[in-house]
């Protein structure tokens, strides 16, 4: 069932990504890393649904989604960088992707980091941060989602890759790509969960070189 849902407030994360508040419907319920179909709410666009995960705890009053803006692609999320506070998405229920499986290592290259925001976010509320580490690819420093947020969470726990510029952050920057011998070189047990999110290629390649480098298949979680 679809909930026609207000929007109460829109933040810029980045130069290309908004995080918007929306209302929660009494009863709604969902896991960290779960996502649901959503759609504009205006004629034309309804029938327009697309795939976006929760960003909020199931705790929160409010519903957040945290969507990355496309102008070149196929209008929607171009039309959903254009909306207001007052105007309303179709909500359908929540369904399952990525959950998480214990600690291990999070690989997200740009706003495949979505699915693991609520998941790090209930973690660290819950005090259980523990060992779990995110390597996050991203083409350059201004890309990076929640930076801020993702260090304060994880310390040093927090890997940022960027490809396609010099790295000039006092953080953790690698300067090239996720490859093998990248993982190779930062991950010294492959007997854990590996949670991999990003584009298809992306995936492709990262679970290939997790299977190569002796990870557990049945340990491979991953965003279809």
């Not at 580490?133 to 930076?147: C, G, R, V, Y």
Request: with cysteine; net charge negative.
């Amino acid at each position: 069932m679809a909930h026609a849902l207000k929007i109460k407030d829109i933040q810029n994360v980045t130069h290309d990504v908004k995080s918007f508040t929306i209302e929660k419907p009494d009863g709604y319920d969902f896991e960290p890393g779960q996502a649901t179909e959503v759609a504009i709410d205006k004629d034309g666009w309804r029938d327009e649904k697309r795939s976006f995960t929760f960003t909020s705890l199931p705790e929160d009053d409010e519903l957040e989604f945290t969507i990355k803006i496309y102008p070149e692609h196929d209008g929607v999320t171009e039309q959903i960088g254009k909306l207001e506070v007052g105007d309303a998405f179709l909500v359908d229920d929540a369904w399952g992707t990525i959950q998480y499986d214990g600690e291990g290592v999070f690989i997200a290259g740009g706003a495949g980091v979505t699915p693991f925001i609520a998941i790090l976010r209930d973690l660290h509320k819950n005090g259980e941060i523990g060992s779990n580490t995110l390597i996050f690819s991203n083409k350059a420093e201004k890309d990076i989602i929640l930076e801020k947020e993702f260090e304060d969470i994880l310390g040093n726990q927090f890997i940022n890759v960027i490809t396609d510029e010099e790295p000039s952050g006092d953080h953790v920057f690698l300067d090239g790509f996720i490859d093998k011998e990248f993982l190779a070189s930062l991950v010294n047990d492959f007997d854990q969960p590996f949670y991999v999110c990003g584009p298809g290629p992306f995936n492709d390649a990262i679970m290939g070189y997790l299977k190569e480098l002796g990870a557990d298949p049945e340990a491979l979680v991953f965003e279809e």
